[in-house]
């Protein structure tokens, strides 16, 4: 069963100049709604990923994942200036939908540590690096790309779940994932004359 989720894939009109912030921000509001449906899907699955620290413990190992994924394919699509202000726009983009989420359920971070805007930044900037190691083609992230967002997401699940996440995540959540970004990558990066239109990607 693959991802059923409604994404917009065609956002700005062709004759439209698109900035960094513009692109970045389309692409924010679709890596953060991929993320949620991964993880719902995952707990109708029967994992526990618990509200509170743990669910957003996990967020941000997926949302770290698929910008990493949305930067490799900007990589193929644009100048190594223009993948630079889109993949920063998008980081912080994303930090900050976080941290209003985060912030909202959980409240602040105790006085005098980084906020949870921070520390996604933080945590991006650190595994970065990671994923820039594993390959990635024209059909999507390599073996070693994916494997390793599962041993990340691995030890934030309880000991019950973690025989079975690997597979989980490697086989079916990761794949599904990605494959909803690169969608809407095309689609925000298109040149086409297209009719503004809602695609749903996926199906029950």
């Not at 820039?132 to 599962?150: C, I, K, M, Q, V």
């Not at 041993?151 to 990605?178: C, G, H, N, T």
């Amino acid at each position: 069963m693959t991802m059923a989720l409604r994404l917009k894939t065609h956002w700005f009109k062709s004759e439209q100049p698109r900035s960094a912030a513009q692109t970045a921000s389309a692409i924010a509001f679709t890596v953060w709604r991929v993320a949620r449906a991964m993880i719902e899907r995952m707990r109708k699955a029967d994992f526990d990923i618990d509200v509170g620290p743990p669910y957003f413990a996990f967020m941000r190992e997926v949302l770290v994942f698929l910008v990493a994924v949305a930067d490799r394919i900007a990589h193929a699509r644009q100048s190594a200036a223009q993948r630079e202000a889109f993949t920063t726009a998008l980081v912080v983009r994303v930090a900050e939908l976080l941290d209003e989420n985060e912030s909202d359920l959980l409240g602040p971070p105790p006085a005098g540590e980084p906020s949870w805007r921070e520390r996604f930044i933080d945590q991006f900037n650190e595994l970065s690096g990671h994923y820039a190691e594993f390959g990635y083609s024209d059909e999507g992230p390599d073996f070693a790309f994916l494997r390793y967002l599962g041993s990340r997401i691995e030890p934030l699940l309880p000991p019950k779940d973690r025989r079975w996440v690997l597979e989980q995540v490697m086989e079916i959540e990761a794949p599904d994932a990605v494959t909803l970004v690169q969608r809407a990558m095309q689609g925000v990066f298109s040149t086409d004359r297209r009719r503004r239109r809602s695609s749903a990607l996926g199906a029950d």
